[in-house]
């Protein structure tokens, strides 16, 4: 065998030098970035992430365990010394399990439990604050969460959000993680009267079986927008917007969101205003949930805690430790008031924010948990997706695994659910569609990575995602493409289907590519309604309520963007 000395590429360059100036686009003298810089702070992304990974290992000419969370999340000092005791040494090396984020992947079939679990039983409540406020929560991919309490305001003509009911079709709860448990669902809407949500029993839109359609975003605009408000967040803002519109008039509709400055902000919707800003220990990619009560906010953050902030102040009611960065969002259990939330520790963990404990974690048995948990109510199954391809099945009670499967490549999309089925991205560049029994049903090939995460409407039963080939792709369930449409950019962001009456009764697509574009497609067609370029790169997702449109953008900002008909506006 060939000697090799570790310290030189096939170039003749020194191999840590390579490191630092492969992908990032730094001059040739690689000062500029020292070694304990971490590769997502010095100009690294997902994408590229996945660039310098596939590069080592071609340099390496082997495998490396572990080395995409290490890219991800420790500085390029240490990914080189991984990177040399994997490659050199004489034997397998144990890694430190001081932090699971370095741990080889599990040989062990079976789930990873916590010595020191409380057992909760579905349906049944943990405690909650006393004053309890109805309200429903809009976030990225169309996740929709109604207050229970919601549905016995005495008054609803007090209330600033009227709640119809209406009896769904299926006796099945769909699993947006807002269907009550009496197996009804809502027709939301706003202060003005525009339906943002409907009923899974909407059957305007069905399953298209035209033939499949191809758009280039030529068409003519048919909507325009205008920017209603900004609100300046120090440093990029990554994290996706979370909306949370109470039932009662005095209490404000807030945006909650943050960035790399390490801010959280709540923002008024209508006007803008901020209404409390908080500095937290490190940056912020995650996007923030709203507790069962609404008093709270979840948030998670690179230096691994979880926060628990009060709605109303920004204070800190908690703080829940993890061993690495906590870019997850998290999800809530509608009938427990859990918290579901994944780390680069390579754990889930089920969070009772009342009494301040950890329920129960899990082990993902291959890699760190980026995507977000997804929480399906009927079969009552918690989805978790992780950057070692594996797609697990857990019970929200127990935190045991039910099933898993694994998809070949990381996954850095977050599941979503239809009745019957759930769905996932992953970096292969395929649409995997699995049973909820965890049979492989179809898988869907695009021609780049997928980070995006599918968003499936409850008003046309379609799947909609984007890639990074370029196109935002519909598709229904059985996975038969629809329709296509070529944007200007990777799609890194997850769309979101909305529908308004003040703009000629259409159901769009709202969607935005990293070259900061922000597209407003006809869900049906495919075709292009409108699009706006913002003044900086964009891979937060969007979310709507009513006709305002809400995004983070890399310029620093979040924007509310207003959208009109363009028959009823006014040249400029």
């Avoid at 040739?28 to 590069?55: A, I, P, T």
């Avoid at 409390?276 to 069962?292: F, M, P, Q, T």
């Avoid at 009342?354 to 989805?383: D, I, Q, R, T």
Wanted: proline share 4%.
């Amino acid at each position: 065998m060939c000697s090799i000395d570790p310290s030189i590429d096939s170039t003749g360059q020194p191999v840590e030098a390579s490191f630092k100036t492969s992908l990032l686009n730094l001059p040739d003298d690689s000062s500029n970035v020292s070694k304990d810089s971490l590769f997502l702070y010095s100009g690294g992304d997902s994408l590229k992430s996945l660039q310098f990974h596939d590069e080592i290992e071609y340099l390496a000419g082997r495998t490396i365990p572990g080395l995409l969370e290490m890219i991800l999340s420790h500085s390029i000092g240490e990914v080189y010394r991984h990177v040399l005791k994997t490659v050199f040494s004489s034997q397998d090396q144990t890694l430190s399990c001081k932090t699971s984020m370095k741990r080889k992947l599990s040989e062990s079939s079976g789930e990873e439990h916590s010595r020191n679990c409380i057992e909760s039983t579905a349906g049944k409540l943990t405690e909650t604050d006393a004053d309890t406020i109805g309200f429903i929560a809009v976030s990225r991919g169309n996740r929709l969460f109604v207050c229970e309490s919601l549905k016995h305001q005495s008054n609803k003509g007090q209330a600033g959000i009227q709640l119809s009911h209406v009896v769904a079709s299926s006796p099945f709860a769909t699993s947006n993680g807002m269907k009550c448990q009496d197996r009804k669902c809502e027709i939301l809407k706003s202060k003005h009267g525009e339906s943002v949500s409907s009923s899974e029993n909407v059957t305007e839109n069905s399953v298209q079986k035209a033939p499949m359609l191809e758009n280039l975003g030529t068409s003519a605009e048919k909507l325009t927008f205008h920017i209603r408000w900004k609100s300046d967040l120090g440093k990029c803002v990554d994290a996706s917007p979370l909306l949370v519109i109470p039932a009662a008039d005095e209490f404000p509709a807030s945006v909650y969101i943050g960035s790399h400055s390490h801010t959280i902000q709540a923002i008024d919707l209508y006007s803008g205003k901020v209404r409390w800003e908080r500095n937290l220990a490190d940056r912020i990619e995650s996007s923030a949930c709203v507790s069962k009560c609404g008093n709270f906010v979840i948030i998670g953050c690179y230096n691994g805690f979880v926060y628990v902030l009060r709605s109303s102040n920004g204070e800190i009611h908690w703080m829940f430790p993890t061993k690495d960065a906590v870019k997850s969002s998290a999800a809530v259990d509608p009938t427990t008031g859990l918290i579901f939330v994944g780390s680069h520790d390579q754990h889930v963990y089920a969070l009772d924010i009342y009494k301040e404990v950890c329920v129960w974690k899990l082990h993902s048995e291959a890699g760190a948990v980026f995507s977000s948990p997804h929480l399906n109510l009927l079969p009552y199954h918690l989805y978790i997706a992780t950057l070692g391809g594996l797609l697990l099945a857990a019970n929200p009670v127990a935190g045991n695994t039910i099933w898993k499967r694994f998809c070949g490549k990381p996954i850095f999309s977050s599941p979503h659910c239809s009745k019957e089925y759930v769905c996932v991205g992953c970096v292969d560049g395929n649409l995997y569609c699995f049973s909820h029994f965890g049979e492989k049903v179809w898988q869907f090939p695009t021609s780049g990575p997928i980070f995006s995460s599918p968003c499936i409407s409850d008003f046309t039963e379609d799947i909609f995602f984007g890639s990074h080939d370029n196109f935002i792709y519909c598709c229904n369930l059985d996975g038969n493409l629809l329709w296509k449409f070529k944007t200007t950019s990777t799609v890194y962001a997850t769309p979101f289907v909305f529908h308004s009456h003040n703009l000629e009764g259409k159901t769009l697509l709202a969607v935005a590519s990293t070259d900061g574009k922000v597209w407003i497609l006809n869900a049906k067609t495919g075709s292009m309604e409108s699009v706006k370029k913002l003044p900086g790169e964009v891979f937060a997702s969007p979310v709507v309520w009513g006709t305002m449109l809400i995004i983070g953008c890399r310029n620093n900002y979040v924007y509310c963007l207003e959208l009109c008909s363009s028959k009823n506006s006014t040249a400029t």
